[in-house]
C-alpha cells in the first residue's frame, strides 16, 4: 500500500478532500463549490448507471483514502466481493496488501445495516460511532463507500430513510469521517431518487460532481420540507444564477474568439494587433487607456512604449517616470498580472501617476522578455473603481500579455539573425576579397619563378638530374597557378555571378560538352542524355557544374571506356539532375571529404588535377539554393545528383 500522504488540511474531512480524488479519474469532470448558505456535511451520493461509471468514481475516492492513512470500508450489495476487488486492482491498489494492513476492509449489508435482520437507524449509527471510534484509533480516519440497494429489499420508507440521513449528518459533523452513498439509477424509482437528491448538497452523476441547488436538509425535509415561496425563490435563483453564469461564459468566449482573430490576421503588422488589443482590453475591462511600457526593475525605470491615445495630458510615447512612481509595480513586483482600484487603500497615494497625472484604476501584466528589456502590459482610468477585477478579466489580460510576449521575443529573435547574418556577410565578403586578392597578387611572382626556371632550362647545359629537378620545380610551379586559378574562381562564384534567369539546361549541357568535346572522343565516352528542364540560375556557373562532373566521369572511368548517363526527375518545386557513371567508384568514409576544397583521394601520379572542382560543384549549386550529394559503389558506379529551382511556369 502507499505510504500516507501528509494532509494540509484540518484534522477534520471535509467534501473537497474526496472530490480531490474523483478528480484524479479520467472520466471525472465538474466544479466543486459548496450550496450558498447551506450546512455542507461529508456525505453525499453518487447516483450511476453502469459498474463502470459506479467504480469511476469509487475507486479514486477508496484509493485516496489508503494514501492518506485513512482505513476504507466497503459495504458490499449488488456487486459482489471479488468484482470490486477486481476493479480496485485495476485502480492501482494493491487489494491484498491492503486487506492484509487492516486499512481495506470490505462489509456485507447483514454485517451493517441489517445486521440484527431489519434496518434500525439508531443501531446503525451505534454501529457507525463504533467503527469511527475504532478506526481513529489507528488509523486518520473513516472513509465509507455504501451500496445502498438495500433500501429496497429491505421495504424502508422515504421518510425512516430520510431520518437515517440526518442522523448520519448529525454523526458525521466534525468527526474524521467521510461517506459516499451508492445508489443505481436503474434499480430505485425515480421518486425516491428525487428526495436521495434533495437531502444531499453535493452529488456525483454522469461522472459529475453536481452542485444540487434544491438541497433541502434532511431534519427540514422529514418535517414537511420547505415553503413553496422558499422553494419558489430558490428555483428562480438558481435560473438567474444559471443565466448569469451562461451569459458571462458566452461574452467570454466572444473576447477570447475577437482576441485571436486581432492576432492570426496576417495582414495586421504588429503594431495594428497591438492597438486592436488595447481597443478590445478598454472595452472588456470598462478602462480608458491602454499602453505598454519598457521597465527594468534594478534601475527603477519606466518608459512608455505605447499607448491607446494621445488625448491624455501626460500619458504620451517616451515619457519617462522612475518605476516607482507608477502603479507598474503592482505587476512587476509579483511578476504576473496586478491591479489598483483604490489608490489610498492600496497605497499609492503619493506617486506621481496619481497625484499629477490623475489616474486612480491600473490593471496590468509584467511580460519578461528573454533577451530583450522586460515590458508591463496595461490598461489605465482616470476614475477608481469600486469592485475588484475578476478572475476571467485577469485570465484575458493575461492571455494578451502572454501574446504579446511571444511577438516581442520573436521580434528580438528576428533582429539578432539579421545581425548575425549582416555579420556573417561581411565577414564572407571579407574573405572573398582576401582570397581574391591573395590569388591574383600570387600570380606575378609565380610566373615570373616558372619563367625564369623554364628560361634557365633553354640556354643551360644541364646534366640529367639537374634537368629532372628542374622539371619537378616547373611542374610545382604550373601546379600552384592551377590551384591559385581555382582558388580564383571559387571566391568569384558570389561575387561575379550573374543574376538568375530561365535557363534550358540542354542548350547549358550541349555548350558543357563542346568545351569537353576533345576529352570525350578521345576516351571513346558513351553519353546517354535524357530530357532536361527549364531551370532559374546562372547559365554559366551551370555550365561549369556540368563540365566538372563529366570530366570527372572521364577521368575515374577505369579500364573501360566511360559510359555516362545524364537524367531529370521533378520533385516538388525542385529538379534533381543526375549524371550516372560506370567508373571506379567511391568508397562511402569518402564521399564527403570529396566536396572539400583541395582534398584529393588519389595521388598526383595516378590522377591529376588541383582537388577544386568538386568544391566549385557545391559552391555553385548552393547559391543556386540546392544540394549536392553522390551514391556510390566502389568499383561499381557513381551518381552525382544536385538540385536547382524550377521555374515559376512550371
Known amino acids: 500500500m502507499s505510504q500516507p500522504l501528509q494532509s494540509t488540511q484540518s484534522d477534520v474531512l471535509d467534501l473537497e478532500s474526496p472530490l480531490d480524488a474523483l478528480q484524479q479519474s479520467p472520466q471525472f469532470n465538474g466544479p466543486v463549490e459548496s450550496p450558498n448558505g447551506e450546512f455542507c456535511n461529508d456525505h453525499f451520493a453518487l447516483i450511476y448507471e453502469?459498474?463502470?461509471?459506479?467504480?469511476?468514481?469509487?475507486?479514486?475516492?477508496?484509493?485516496q483514502g489508503l494514501e492518506r492513512g485513512e482505513h476504507c470500508l466497503y459495504v458490499?450489495?449488488?456487486?459482489?466481493?471479488?468484482?470490486?476487488?477486481?476493479?480496485?486492482?485495476?485502480?492501482?491498489?494493491?487489494?491484498?496488501?491492503?486487506?492484509?494492513?487492516?486499512?481495506?476492509?470490505?462489509?456485507?449489508?447483514?454485517?451493517?445495516?441489517?445486521?440484527?435482520?431489519?434496518?434500525?437507524?439508531?443501531?446503525?449509527?451505534?454501529h457507525y460511532a463504533e467503527r469511527i471510534e475504532a478506526a481513529t484509533a489507528e488509523f486518520e480516519a473513516l472513509r465509507l463507500a455504501a451500496e445502498m440497494d438495500w433500501i429496497l429489499e429491505a421495504d424502508v420508507?422515504?421518510?425512516e430513510c430520510m431520518a437515517y440521513e440526518s442522523k448520519v449528518n448529525a454523526l458525521f459533523d466534525n468527526r474524521d469521517a467521510i461517506a459516499v452513498c451508492q445508489y443505481n439509477r436503474e434499480a430505485f424509482p425515480p421518486g425516491v431518487l428525487c428526495d436521495v437528491i434533495r437531502v444531499h448538497p453535493h452529488l456525483i452523476y454522469d461522472s459529475t460532481v453536481c452542485h444540487n441547488f434544491y438541497y433541502t436538509p434532511p431534519e427540514e425535509f422529514c418535517e414537511g420540507g420547505r415553503s413553496s415561496k422558499y422553494e419558489l425563490e430558490r428555483m428562480l435563483g438558481t435560473l438567474l444564477d444559471r443565466s448569469k453564469a451562461k451569459s458571462a461564459l458566452q461574452e467570454r468566449e466572444q473576447y477570447l474568439q475577437r482576441q485571436n482573430q486581432i492576432t492570426a490576421d496576417p495582414d495586421r503588422a504588429f503594431e495594428d494587433k497591438l492597438q486592436a488589443l488595447f481597443d478590445l482590453g478598454c472595452e472588456r475591462f470598462n478602462l480608458e487607456i491602454g499602453g505598454m511600457a519598457f521597465v527594468d526593475v534594478d534601475s527603477d525605470w519606466f518608459k512608455l512604449e505605447h499607448v491607446s491615445t494621445d488625448e491624455h495630458e501626460h500619458f504620451q510615447?517616451?515619457?519617462?517616470?522612475?518605476?516607482?512612481?507608477?502603479?507598474?509595480?503592482?505587476?512587476?513586483?509579483?511578476?504576473?498580472?496586478?491591479?489598483?482600484?483604490?489608490?489610498?487603500?492600496?497605497g499609492y497615494d503619493d506617486i506621481t501617476v496619481y497625484q499629477e497625472f490623475g489616474i486612480q484604476t491600473y490593471f496590468g501584466a509584467y511580460i519578461g522578455v528573454d533577451g530583450g528589456t522586460d515590458r508591463t502590459f496595461f490598461f489605465l482610468d482616470s476614475d477608481s473603481r469600486s469592485?475588484?477585477?475578476?478572475?476571467?478579466?485577469?485570465?484575458?489580460?493575461?492571455?494578451?500579455?502572454?501574446?504579446?510576449?511571444?511577438?516581442?521575443?520573436?521580434?528580438?529573435?528576428?533582429?539578432?539573425?539579421?545581425?548575425?547574418?549582416?555579420?556573417?556577410?561581411?565577414?564572407?565578403?571579407?574573405?572573398?576579397?582576401?582570397?581574391?586578392?591573395?590569388s591574383h597578387d600570387l600570380q606575378e611572382p609565380l610566373r615570373m619563378v616558372s619563367s625564369y626556371l623554364q628560361l634557365i632550362d633553354r640556354r643551360a647545359d644541364l646534366d640529367a638530374d639537374t634537368e629532372e629537378f628542374l622539371e619537378f620545380a616547373v611542374d610545382g610551379a604550373d601546379r600552384m597557378r592551377e590551384m591559385i586559378d581555382g582558388l580564383l574562381t571559387y571566391s568569384r562564384i558570389e561575387t561575379r555571378g550573374k543574376p538568375f534567369e530561365p535557363v534550358e539546361l540542354a542548350d547549358v549541357f550541349a555548350d558543357a560538352c563542346e568545351n569537353l568535346q576533345f576529352k570525350l572522343e578521345g576516351s571513346n565516352a558513351q553519353l546517354s542524355v535524357g530530357s532536361l528542364p527549364r531551370v532559374e540560375g546562372d547559365p554559366t556557373q551551370l555550365r561549369q557544374v556540368f563540365q566538372n562532373l563529366l570530366s570527372n566521369a572521364v577521368k575515374y572511368a577505369g579500364q573501360q571506356p566511360p559510359r555516362i548517363e545524364v537524367t531529370a526527375r521533378k520533385d516538388g518545386t525542385q529538379w534533381v539532375i543526375s549524371v550516372h557513371d560506370e567508373g571506379i567508384g567511391i568508397h562511402p568514409d569518402d564521399q564527403d571529404q570529396i566536396f572539400e576544397i583541395f582534398d584529393r583521394l588519389h595521388s598526383r601520379s595516378e590522377?591529376?588535377?588541383?582537388?577544386?572542382?568538386?568544391?566549385?560543384?557545391?559552391?555553385?549549386?548552393e547559391r543556386h539554393g540546392g544540394q549536392i550529394w553522390v551514391d556510390s559503389d566502389v568499383g561499381e558506379d557513381s551518381t552525382f545528383s544536385f538540385t536547382l529551382p524550377a521555374t515559376t511556369d512550371q
Open 157 to 159: 420508507s422515504t421518510t
Open 317 to 346: 510615447t517616451d515619457i519617462e517616470l522612475p518605476l516607482s512612481e507608477t502603479y507598474c509595480t503592482a505587476a512587476t513586483d509579483i511578476q504576473s498580472v496586478g491591479s489598483v482600484t483604490s489608490p489610498e487603500s492600496d
Open 76 to 126: 458490499l450489495d449488488e456487486a459482489s466481493e471479488p468484482a470490486v476487488r477486481d476493479a480496485l486492482q485495476s485502480g492501482g491498489i494493491d487489494v491484498d496488501d491492503a486487506v492484509e494492513s487492516g486499512a481495506l476492509a470490505f462489509a456485507t449489508i447483514q454485517e451493517t445495516y441489517l445486521e440484527n435482520g431489519s434496518f434500525d437507524a439508531d443501531e446503525m449509527m451505534d
Open 607 to 621: 590522377y591529376d588535377g588541383a582537388g577544386i572542382g568538386l568544391a566549385l560543384c557545391e559552391r555553385i549549386v
Open 50 to 63: 453502469s459498474r463502470d461509471e459506479q467504480f469511476a468514481a469509487a475507486v479514486p475516492f477508496i484509493q
Open 387 to 438: 469592485e475588484p477585477f475578476t478572475a476571467d478579466e485577469s485570465a484575458f489580460l493575461q492571455s494578451m500579455s502572454q501574446w504579446v510576449k511571444y511577438e516581442l521575443e520573436q521580434h528580438q529573435r528576428e533582429r539578432e539573425l539579421e545581425r548575425t547574418v549582416d555579420r556573417l556577410e561581411t565577414s564572407n565578403e571579407r574573405l572573398e576579397q582576401f582570397a581574391y586578392a591573395a
